[in-house]
């Protein structure tokens, strides 16, 4: 039982360190995303087209080297959550 509790922790954190490319080009989409309906609904709807305007600034404003250090900080605790789960199984 030990080793499966382990084995996720460790696919868990393995998988969370790999995700900082996909999860930038996912949030440079979705920017690209509210650009797009910001400047389709600026004829039909000015608040919605301020509203995605604002949501794309905010999205436009978080650094990609915050992203990674998220992602390796949090996967890497889990990959240190697994050893210790392994340990306690002994």
Same mark, same amino acid.
Not at 1 to 13: H, K, N
Not at 27 to 53: C, G, Q, V, W
């Given at each position: !039982?030990?080793?499966?509790? @382990?084995?996720?922790?460790?696919?868990?954190?393995v998988?969370?360190?790999?995700s900082?490319? /996909?999860? +930038?080009?996912?949030?440079?989409? !979705?920017?690209?995303?509210? @650009?797009?309906?910001?400047?389709?609904?600026?004829?039909?709807?000015?608040?919605?087209?301020? /509203?995605? +305007?604002?949501?794309?600034?905010?999205?436009?404003?978080?650094?990609?080297?915050?992203?990674?250090?998220?992602?390796?900080?949090?996967?890497?605790?889990?990959?240190?959550?697994?050893?210790?789960?392994?340990?306690?199984?002994?």
């Open positions: !039982m030990g080793w499966t509790i @382990a084995l996720i922790f460790w696919v868990a954190g998988v969370i360190v790999g900082p490319r /996909f999860l +930038f080009h996912r949030l440079e989409a !979705m920017k690209s995303e509210t @650009a797009d309906h910001s400047r389709a609904s600026e004829a039909s709807n000015k608040r919605e087209s301020i /509203f995605f +305007f604002i949501e794309t600034k905010a999205l436009d404003s978080i650094p990609w080297w915050i992203v990674t250090v998220t992602c390796v900080t949090v996967g890497l605790f889990l990959i240190a959550f697994g050893v210790i789960a392994l340990v306690f199984s002994y």
